[in-house]
């Protein structure tokens, strides 16, 4: 592979080699899984040094146009050189609420952009192998990293300035820019601004399941309760709860709010009218489940349009997303 003549232009030597590998894909030369010459073929047929062919290399891996296999090479992963930015989104799961917010990042991200999205599951293992094993092949990480612990060491494996945190403050990754929900004042404020029709109702009950929930949204319905000597219970699950009249529900996901209306069916109660139901998170589907169910839900595309911002615009800031309660016929 000849490297384009540049000599003249003052064009830095890693950048010719770009340009060679990029017009060689374009022209046919190079297609898709075939293997590029090593660093040293092109460093000595150049009369370079390693450093300068492997930022060249660098380049064109974080653009998502070559990748490499230990021991074996660089290889050809696109024949599309004018993707700009690749980006790792690590999300912890996938749902209807996440899924909004993914397709407003890609829309707000434009053209040359390619994003390769992933799920830990709120797995460790799966976490940190995730991102060890993409560590070097993209030019921004996106992680959602939920309530996981020890996740410090393989975040701080990868390049500082790209990494980006999304939808939690979490306590090991502070110092990393981040767009998050407040889940305490979250949940305080939109339990408040519901007050006037929650005092139809006896007790506030929060399902709650520890391990996959952030803490904010415990300690916000806590003190909401506190200040307004509001009767309230924490339940992990539905399975042995049977609704009782003057109840009011506050429901995390969308599964057990499915299994809780079947409940109220069941036992012949009225929503609304007997039992109250807030959900988290917005969805255009709870705009007409059981006529609708209010929600108290952070802006979801706003959210995926200031990643977009935040990544394209190379900012590094902590941005807290909106929130509201959006009261519908089910309180």
Aim: proline share 3%; charged share 25%.
């Amino acid at each position: 592979m000849k490297m384009v003549s540049l000599k003249k232009s003052g064009i830095p030597k890693y950048k010719q080699i770009v340009t060679s590998i990029e017009h060689a894909i374009v022209s046919g030369k190079l297609k898709k899984g075939d293997k590029l010459p090593s660093l040293n073929v092109i460093k000595n047929q150049h009369k370079l040094s390693r450093d300068t062919v492997l930022n060249a290399f660098n380049e064109l891996k974080t653009r998502g146009i070559i990748y490499s296999v230990v021991g074996k090479g660089y290889f050809v992963s696109t024949e599309d050189v004018f993707v700009k930015k690749k980006i790792f989104l690590l999300f912890d799961e996938l749902n209807s609420f996440k899924e909004d917010l993914y397709n407003s990042f890609l829309n707000s991200l434009g053209d040359n952009c390619q994003v390769d999205i992933f799920f830990h599951h709120f797995n460790e293992d799966i976490f940190n192998k995730l991102i060890n094993d993409n560590n070097g092949n993209y030019s921004s990480y996106v992680i959602m990293p939920a309530n996981l612990k020890n996740v410090n060491a393989s975040v701080a494996s990868l390049p500082k300035e790209n990494v980006y945190i999304l939808d939690q403050k979490h306590p090991e990754l502070l110092d990393y820019p981040v767009i998050f929900q407040n889940f305490e004042k979250d949940i305080f404020n939109g339990l408040s601004n519901a007050s006037i029709k929650l005092k139809n109702y006896k007790k506030l009950i929060l399902l709650f399941p520890k391990e996959r929930q952030p803490k904010g949204i415990l300690s916000g319905f806590q003190l909401f309760c506190d200040a307004n000597n509001f009767t309230s219970q924490v339940i992990s699950s539905l399975e042995n709860k049977t609704p009782q009249k003057g109840e009011v529900y506050l429901i995390l996901d969308d599964k057990n709010l499915i299994r809780i209306i079947k409940k109220i069916k069941e036992n012949n109660l009225q929503l609304s009218k007997d039992i109250g139901l807030i959900s988290f998170n917005d969805t255009i589907l709870k705009e007409v489940v059981a006529d609708g169910i209010t929600t108290i839900s952070t802006d979801f595309n706003l959210m995926g349009e200031k990643l977009a911002q935040m990544i394209l615009n190379n900012e590094h800031s902590k941005i807290e997303n909106p929130s509201a309660l959006i009261l519908r016929k089910s309180l």
